[in-house]
């Protein structure tokens, strides 16, 4: 596509179940990220996937967050148990590789995840 | 640690020019980044700055020390449409880690 995709668009839920976001680059960037963002505050790094692999997890916030990226394209993000605290939007960014002004980073239009 | 500082809102009239500042603390510096956010979309990329000094790109400017660890946005002849957030971001050293700022709330008034 011409650019970043994420679905859906919004998700509302209860606390205690499980979601799946979905992030859909733009093809040919290898590098994949995901990010948390609260109202008035900044994106917060979440992980970053290079090819298949998670190159860094180091954001997620705890062991019920995952994200997969099996074939270095789509991505899920995948939350258990979810709290009310998850509510946040949810973005996507890919980059077509990383170091230096090529890892402009470019923005999905994001998940907006409510917990209720 | 890593930080970075950008003031919480600023306001501005129409026609005039506007200097967005951001201050920076990293253990290493692998350059700097400014997007843009419009009130629910998605951030967009402004500029790119790694060597000292001003890039110019049409309306809008990015300037950066290193020494200081600083650098600035600057956006000449405001228009309404350029009411939006704007992020200062920087990659961790070593990494593809990205530490963005709360970001700064732009108003430009008519």
């Known amino acids: 596509g011409a650019g970043v995709s994420q679905t859906p668009s919004n998700k509302v839920t209860e606390k205690g179940k499980y979601v799946e976001l979905r992030c859909d680059p733009i093809?040919?960037?290898?590098?994949l990220y995901w990010y948390r963002q609260s109202l008035g505050q900044g994106p917060e790094f979440l992980i970053y996937?290079?090819?298949?692999?998670?190159?860094?997890d180091s954001g997620l916030p705890n062991d019920r967050f995952f994200a997969v990226r099996p074939e270095g394209s789509v991505s899920t993000l995948k939350i258990q148990r979810t709290e009310r605290g998850d509510s946040a939007v949810y973005l996507c960014?890919?980059?077509?590789?990383?170091?230096?002004?090529?890892?402009?980073?470019?923005f999905g239009p994001g998940t907006r995840l409510t917990v209720l | 640690g890593q930080n970075i500082d950008q003031p919480t809102e600023m306001t501005a009239t129409e026609g005039a020019i506007v200097q967005i500042n951001c201050t920076y603390q990293?253990?290493?510096?692998?350059?700097l980044f400014w997007y843009q956010q419009h009130a629910g979309e998605a951030p967009t990329f402004l500029s790119y700055?790694?060597?000292?000094g001003l890039e110019e790109k049409g309306r809008f400017s990015s300037f950066l020390s290193r020494s200081k660890g600083y650098s600035y946005l600057l956006l000449k002849e405001l228009q309404m449409k350029d009411s939006a957030s704007y992020l200062c971001?920087?990659?961790?050293?070593?990494?593809?880690?990205?530490?963005f700022g709360t970001g700064t709330r732009l108003k430009v008034l008519a």
């Open positions: 960014a890919s980059s077509l590789i990383g170091g230096g002004a090529s890892n402009e980073q470019f």
């Open positions: 093809s040919g960037h290898t590098a």
């Open positions: 996937f290079q090819g298949t692999g998670a190159a860094d």
């Open positions: 990293t253990s290493g510096f692998n350059g």
């Open positions: 700055n790694v060597l000292d």
């Open positions: 971001a920087v990659p961790t050293s070593g990494t593809y880690k990205y530490i």
